[in-house]
């Protein structure tokens, strides 16, 4: 069965430091999205990708966030300088449409910032 | 804005004991209710979901139903198993703002033991 995949599992970095998180969603999908949940807290929505372009946001995702379809395959979310509450878990999701319980998870990277 | 509560974990139950993880919403429109379920290692994936007032989700022995009056979407399942261990999410969609992005409580975490 298809899945979506998230690497690394885990990334340690240091406060201040860039960090790219990558996704490969399922090959026929056109809908990405980021979401993330700090330990104990909300699933909280981040982002979400159509067509190459940013389609929604939320007010989590400011000017320190980006992300990428950089090939084909792989979809990058981009910490420009990670702060102490950027630790969490970050997971990628996929859709072939936009409907929501179309969307399949990834397994998850979860950032530590030290 | 739309919430979404769920209640605190962790959930610990003995291998064939009756289940119940209470949710309930606050949602601005006619929200899509959704249990996602997340097993050690995996991304969420989805479990049930209810898209009307008074319909019952189901899927692997979970049952949910969507209840407008107490607006809630308790998960329920009759006999747990020790492989039903995992961290579910309760979730809305809610399209009245244009968007179908989910909004997602904390988590409920389960633990059968056998």
């Known amino acids: 069965e298809p899945e979506v995949t998230q690497t690394p599992s885990h990334q340690v970095t240091q406060m201040g430091q860039e960090v790219i998180l990558r996704c490969v969603p399922i090959?026929?999908?056109?809908?990405f999205y980021w979401y993330r949940q700090i330990l104990g807290q909300k699933v909280e929505f981040l982002v979400s990708?159509?067509?190459?372009?940013?389609?929604?946001k939320s007010e989590i995702f400011d000017d320190q966030f980006s992300v990428e379809r950089p090939d084909g395959s792989n979809f990058t979310l981009k910490i420009r300088s990670t702060k102490l509450e950027d630790s969490a878990m970050y997971f990628c999701?996929?859709?072939?449409?936009?409907?929501?319980?179309?969307?399949?998870f990834g397994p998850g990277t979860r950032l530590t910032v030290t | 804005g739309n919430s979404v509560t769920q209640m605190e974990g962790p959930v610990t139950l003995s291998e064939e004991a009756f289940l119940t993880i209470n949710c309930t919403y606050t949602a601005t429109g006619y929200p899509s209710l959704f249990w996602y379920v997340q097993y050690p290692g995996e991304g969420l994936q989805l479990l049930l979901k209810a898209t009307k007032a008074d319909d019952k989700g189901s899927n692997k022995g979970f049952e949910a139903t969507y209840r407008k009056e107490t607006t809630s979407f308790h998960l329920e399942k009759g006999s747990v198993q020790v492989s039903d261990s995992a961290v579910y999410f309760c979730?809305?969609?809610?399209?009245?703002?244009?968007?179908?992005?989910?909004?997602f409580g904390r988590g409920t975490s389960l633990i059968v033991h056998p």
């Open positions: 990708f159509y067509n190459n372009e940013i389609s929604e």
């Open positions: 979730a809305l969609s809610d399209r009245s703002g244009g968007s179908y992005i989910p909004t």
């Open positions: 999701a996929s859709s072939s449409s936009g409907q929501t319980y179309e969307q399949y």
């Open positions: 090959s026929n999908h056109l809908y």
